[in-house]
């Protein structure tokens, strides 16, 4: 696994993208909602002001439970998975949830985000159907 930062929030009127960026430095692209996208924005802009949304009170509950969110990891890109690691003592509990919904609770905690290096890989045998792949092949960048 390795360690993710969010780089970038493009905020369209029907669209979202979170581009984000690994240890190695290979760059991910995920999709969300704009609602989503504009308090991830905030977030990452360090201009959000607590309003107590759902995440805030789920973080609270969570800290009710004398437990708190050890780490966020990226299961699989396609499918918009991932997981929260809730610690409680010497245990950790994984619960899943959309990737957008992970990331903000992780910029609000002040947790790591960890993926999965092949959650948002495409499979070998099926990437020369790919336009975007062939080109990057044809130019010599790949």
């Known amino acids: ?19 984000c960026r690994d240890e190695a430095g290979c760059y991910y692209k995920f999709s969300t909602d704009p609602s989503k996208g504009k308090l ?8 959000y002001l607590p309003s107590n949304t759902i995440y805030e009170l789920f973080i609270n509950m969570v800290g009710a439970f004398n437990a708190y969110i ?9 499918k918009d998975q991932a997981v929260v690691n809730i610690a409680t003592g010497n245990e950790i509990q994984s619960i899943p949830i959309s990737i957008s ?14 993926i999965k290096k092949q959650a948002c890989l495409l499979e070998f045998e099926n990437l020369e159907q ?9 130019l010599d960048l790949c």
Do not use: F, P, Q
């Not at 696994?1 to 581009?19: A, H, Q, R, S």
């Open 130 to 138: 790919y336009v975007w792949y062939r080109l990057l092949k044809e």
């Open 101 to 114: 919904d992970a990331l903000i609770l992780a910029l609000l905690s002040n947790t790591d985000i960890y």
């Open 40 to 47: 991830l924005s905030l977030l990452v802009n360090d201009v």
């Open 70 to 78: 050890h780490s966020i990891i990226i299961i699989d890109g396609y």
């Open 1 to 19: 696994m390795l360690k993710l930062e969010i780089v970038d929030v493009d905020v369209g009127e029907d669209y979202t993208e979170i581009l």
